[in-house]
């Protein structure tokens, strides 16, 4: 062995390796595309190899190295029936043959398939007798698996005690939620282990692990339920002869947790093409959901047709994984970059070697806050667990700490400003330049200038750089009182571009009280708060005279936000009266201001004023999704939102039951997905355009 080589330090560390190997050598990567690039899958081999050789005794039967002879006991408790593995597809095509190929098999159409998610976690049969939980055992090698009933009390979703006497034997899956992971690692942290590298480890080094100093929570989700011994005969038949759409309403009656309650609820669908629909759907919202999934399992839904198609050695032939790309990858943590916003927040970000996940390269991840960093023990030339699904923003799962060399380097936590050097707020997770947003002047003021803010044209980041560093913009009302003499006096500024810089600026004076607020970069007010507020209170008179009380009548700011965003509105009184001097307007169009005798907040407060009745979208909550086309290709999201609150409605981000209207544009995933699973009403743009043509820019 090389210095460099990983070491596994203890049993908990091997079992995590051995499932990084395992997933990275299995069928578990579309395409033969591994996490594990394959200088980092040898490496790993060799460490298990290593450990192996001085713990002859523990080897697991999944290991890479082959040690245990197929098919050996992994744990003392026999399986009363097989727990079988799942074949695979990887496509709309190959999922069509398969179904073909089963329903040759069993003579006829399948009455009904059951398509749900695929949990990305691991197998476990939880044993109920009359009612009560009294044993967990893993899959094992499918005939036998390891008792770790040590772990009944801490999987969320696996009651001590059914509602119903019953001898039953509950299969699913068990994982860690992403809430449970982030505390698994804190807790973990706290206590000087090594970081979980992603939920799924995490739950498997827990499920294992028997003398803990701590206890970590997992969840459980059903997919499967069999009589035990004692069941009586009646059940057993029941249960044998449900379907498996039924088997899970009546799990879900005894008070197990099923993949009802989730945003990705089992379906039962008739034909192929809504199979792949429903996959669609749920692949659509992967990115979003709570839980790792991998794929969508398909099942034949009735008893009948299972029994007739039958199981193999391996797996049953009424099942199938519908396998989706793998959305996490291992690179190297090559740094931390500490960037300040323009509201003197000091965030970090981590730079990676370039690896491509889900279809894009990824080389930035988030990183949140400094305890995140400290949360994950990240190390600067770490193997980090990179998670990228979707629209969402790259995140760090983990370190895979036995990956680890000795070679890795602290990460830097910056002591004073890497903007301007001054010292630092640390008493929030979110650390802040003591000068908040004077600190990132430039930053500031071209968010202010910004499109969707002032929308300043001509008024780029070079430019702000020139007007700060001549101190001829110390804030961003500043800009206002430039003068021709002064622009033309800056480096590359001819008279052309600085009459046409002027002429930019004078509009911006015109802008709704919603741009300006906005432009204003209240901590919790971006654009659609912002928005609110403005339309809410309709003047900053209004606004600047509201307390916490009347600022929380406002829809979506609660009791924590209202005072943080009347104290920042004191303090930025000054540059307000000099906006207001300059002659920038301070009204909403079309708000009224509200009557004093309005309702306390309480959630609902209507955002349109007495005045939108009759407007085309009156009373209706509208999310916009995916590319523009035809009249409104040029609309920034913004400005399509500003368009739905002309027309009367509330614009909003999320699709939930309480939305209206979804816009769906081109390439719309997730939020089309979810509206048609809520069947909430879509429009394409074109018909959304003739819908509000009059209030069209
Ligand atoms: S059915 C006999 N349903 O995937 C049927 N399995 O790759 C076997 N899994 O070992 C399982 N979600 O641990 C089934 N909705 C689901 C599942 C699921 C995750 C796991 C399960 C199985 C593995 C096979």
Same mark, same amino acid.
């Given at each position: 062995m090389t210095t460099t080589e990983a070491v596994i330090a203890d049993d908990a560390a091997y079992a995590q390796a051995v499932e990084t190997a395992v997933k990275a050598a299995? *069928?578990?990567?579309?395409?033969?595309? %591994?996490?594990?690039d394959d200088h980092a899958y040898d490496r790993l081999v060799r460490a298990i190899a290593a450990w192996e050789a001085d713990h002859p005794g523990q080897v697991l039967p999944d290991s890479p190295t082959g040690k245990v002879a197929g098919g050996a006991a992994v744990g003392d408790v026999p399986h009363t029936q097989p727990m079988l593995s799942l074949d695979n597809v990887f496509s709309a095509e190959q999922f069509a043959a398969w179904a073909a190929s089963l329903e040759r098999r069993i003579g006829q159409p399948v009455a009904a398939w059951s398509v749900e998610p695929k949990l990305d976690g691991l197998a476990i049969a939880a044993r109920y007798r009359e009612g009560r939980l009294t044993q967990l055992i893993t899959r094992g090698d499918g005939t036998s698996g390891e008792d770790v009933s040590h772990a009944i009390g801490t999987?969320?979703?696996?009651?001590?005690?059914? %509602?119903?006497?019953v001898s039953v034997e509950v299969r699913g899956e068990v994982l860690m939620t992403a809430a449970q992971f982030e505390t698994a690692l804190a807790v973990r942290a706290e206590h000087g282990g090594e970081p979980f590298a992603n939920p799924r480890n995490a739950a498997a080094g827990t499920l294992r692990a028997k003398d803990r100093a701590y206890r970590l929570e997992m969840t459980f989700f059903a997919y499967g339920c069999l009589p035990l011994p004692g069941a009586g005969e009646e059940l057993a038949a029941r249960l044998t002869g449900s379907a498996h759409s039924g088997l899970m309403a009546y799990v879900a009656g005894l008070g197990v947790h099923t993949t009802a309650g989730t945003e990705v609820p089992g379906r039962t669908v008739t034909t192929v093409e809504e199979v792949q629909d429903r996959v669609a759907e749920i692949a659509a919202l992967r990115a979003e959901l709570p839980f790792g999934i991998d794929g969508i399992v398909v099942k034949a839904d009735a008893a009948e047709d299972r029994r007739t198609a039958g199981s193999g050695s391996r797996a049953p032939r009424w099942a199938i994984a519908y396998k989706l790309p793998a959305v996490e990858k291992v690179t190297t943590l090559l740094g931390v970059e500490w960037n300040v916003g323009r509201t003197g927040i000091i965030a970090p970000r981590a730079v990676l070697e370039p690896v491509e996940i889900d279809g894009s390269t990824v080389t930035y991840a988030t990183l949140h806050n400094p305890a995140d960093i400290t949360r994950r023990d990240l190390r600067i030339g770490d193997r980090v667990m990179v998670y990228k699904a979707g629209d969402i923003i790259p995140r760090i799962e983990a370190p895979v700490a036995h990956l680890r060399t000795g070679t890795e380097q602290a990460v830097d936590f910056p002591a004073a400003c890497p903007q301007c050097g001054s010292a630092i707020d640390t008493s929030e997770q979110r650390w802040r330049c003591e000068r908040g947003r004077d600190c990132h002047l430039v930053a500031s003021v071209s968010y202010a200038a910004g499109r969707d803010q002032l929308d300043i044209e001509g008024l780029g980041l070079t430019r702000v750089v020139q007007l700060t560093d001549a101190g001829l913009a110390k804030d961003f009302a500043d800009l206002f009182a430039l003068t021709r003499e002064q622009l033309l006096a800056?480096?590359?500024?001819?008279p052309a571009s600085t009459d046409n810089l002027l002429a930019a600026i004078e509009r911006a004076k015109a802008r709704p009280l919603a741009r300006v607020l906005c432009a204003l970069g209240v901590r919790g007010t971006g654009r659609s708060m912002s928005r609110r507020i403005a339309r809410h209170f309709a003047t900053m008179d209004n606004i600047r005279a509201a307390d916490a009380e009347a600022m929380?009548?406002?829809?979506?700011?609660g009791i924590e936000k209202a005072p943080v965003i009347v104290a920042e509105l004191a303090q930025l009184a000054p540059l307000i009266d000099k906006l207001v001097a300059a002659g920038v307007n301070m009204t909403e169009p079309g708000a009224t201001p509200p009557r004093p005798d309005d309702a306390p907040?309480?959630?609902?407060? *209507?955002? *349109?004023?007495?005045?939108?009745?009759?407007?085309?979208?009156?009373?209706m909550t509208v999310v916009v999704t995916g590319a523009m086309t035809g009249p409104l290709e040029k609309l920034s999201r913004n400005q399509m939102n500003e368009l739905v609150e002309r027309g009367g409605g509330r614009s909003s981000s999320s699709v939930s039951k309480?939305? %209206?209207?979804v816009v769906a544009g081109e390439n719309a995933g997730s939020k089309r997905a979810k509206a048609e699973e809520l069947g909430i009403r879509l429009m394409s743009p074109g018909d959304f355009a003739v819908l509000v043509a009059d209030l069209l820019p």
């Open positions: 299995g *069928a578990y990567y579309a395409g033969g595309d %591994s996490a594990l999987v969320v979703g696996l009651p001590g005690e059914l %509602s119903e006497p800056l480096d590359r500024m001819g929380q009548r406002v829809e979506g700011i907040g309480d959630g609902t407060v *209507a955002v *349109a004023g007495a005045d939108d009745e009759g407007k085309p979208l009156h009373g309480r939305t %209206s209207l």
